[in-house]
Structures are given as C-alpha cells and as structure tokens.
T-cell receptor, first 111, second 119 residues
C-alpha cells in the first residue's frame, strides 16, 4: 500500500546551521507533497508544499525539492533558529484526497 | 490560511462513557474532513474520512461502530468515541479540506486537537 518513509527521526543542529529532512514515497501517482510543523501539544501547521509539476519551491529560509523519478522529496531549513525546534511531518497525496504522513522528524536547534 | 476549530480541547471521562468531539471549519466550507489519532511522539494516523451528507470512510483496522462520525453540515463534523476505554486515550485531531479562492488548490488545515483521557 501507500507508504511514506521519513529520515532522520531526530535531528540536532547548531543555531545558524542548515537542516535537511528527507522523505520517500511509494505511490508514483502522488502529486502533492505538503510539509507540516507541529510544536508540542499543538496542531500541525502547513509550512510549505510542492506539487508534482514543480521541482523546487522556496519560501524565505525554507525550501522543498522534489525528485519524481526517485520518488523522494526533501525539506531544507537554512539559518536555523531555536524557534524552528519542533516535529516536522512530510506527507504525500497519492492522487486521491487523503494524505499519507511520514513518521516525523524531531528537530532541535541548539542555541 | 483557513481556520479549523475543535472542541473540546481536552476531556477526561470514565471508562464506558461516550465522548463527542466537534470539528468546525470557521471561514470556509468543507465537504471533506479527516479524523486522525496521534499517540505521543508518533505520527498522525488517519482514522476516517468524513464526507458531508454521506457515510464516512474508515481506514483499515478502525472500528466504525466504535468511532462514530457524522458530517451533517459543510462546516461541522463530529467524532463520537463510544464506550470509551483507557486504550482509547489519545490525541485526536481533525483536518478540513479547503480548495482556496480559485477552487483548485486543495490544502488540509488542522484543528488544535482534543486530548482524551479515559480513566
């Protein structure tokens, strides 16, 4: 069935460094890939997304890349700040309405 | 972005009672809403898809008689956990599909979640 793998499960970086989170999906029909940030006890918040007709998208310090051939996509956060610390989830939408979520990455930005 | 509310934010109940959780889209109409369950330090597990005016679609392994879903209007879906037991304790989050101003760009927006503790 549909599956999304996400790595790493935890990531610690020094403030100011970059962080990269990678996801791989199984269903080649997937055409939409959102990234959510979830702080402890709060709702997931959409931070960036990419559709299958685009290879890269950037929004200030956040960027997402998509490689459809390899079926993987990545989140890049540059100049990390302590407030970037949270759990990040990738998701893939395999051509229907539901999202398949990755297992999450706990990012810690060390001051 | 669009706003989704959820009520209550937390509930404590005795084993055997039923608990109703409401999910509302505040500034848009949502023909489809989703119910997720999230255990501590784990990912979001889709339980069911709530469709306005029709029966919900449940994911494999989710008991439809245990988790009753009703989507009676374009802005409200409810999840009722019937005869709740301690193993039902979890963080329940809903999301709603919004198609944006153009009607073509779908995005899911999440509610703040409901923390359920069954004693």
């Amino acid at each position: 069935g549909e599956n999304v793998e996400q790595h790493p499960s935890t990531l610690s970086v020094q403030e100011g460094d970059s962080a990269v989170i990678k996801c791989t999906y199984s269903d080649s029909a997937s055409n939409y890939f959102p990234w959510y940030k979830q702080e402890l006890g709060k709702r997931p918040q959409l931070i960036i997304d990419i559709r299958s007709n685009v290879g890269e998208k950037k929004d200030q310090r956040i960027a997402v890349t998509l490689n459809k051939t390899a079926k993987h996509f990545s989140l890049h956060i540059t100049e990390t700040q302590p407030e970037d610390s949270a759990v990040y989830f990738c998701a893939a939408q395999p051509g229907t309405y539901k999202y398949i979520f990755g297992t999450g990455t706990r990012l810690k930005v060390l001051a | 972005g669009a706003v989704v509310s959820q009520h209550p934010s937390w509930v404590i109940c005795k084993s055997g009672t039923s608990v109703k959780i409401e999910c509302r889209s505040l500034d848009f109409q949502a023909t489809t809403m989703f119910w997720y369950r999230q255990f501590p330090k784990q990912s979001l597990m889709l339980m069911a898809t709530s469709n306005e005016g029709s029966k919900a679609t449940y994911e494999q392994g989710v008991e439809k008689d245990k988790f009753l879903i009703n989507h009676a209007s374009l802005t409200l879906s409810t999840l009722t956990v019937t005869s709740a037991h301690p193993e039902d304790s979890s963080f329940y989050i809903c999301s709603a599909r919004d198609f944006g101003p153009s009607g073509s760009r779908e995005t899911q927006y999440f509610g703040p979640g409901t923390r359920l503790l069954v004693l």
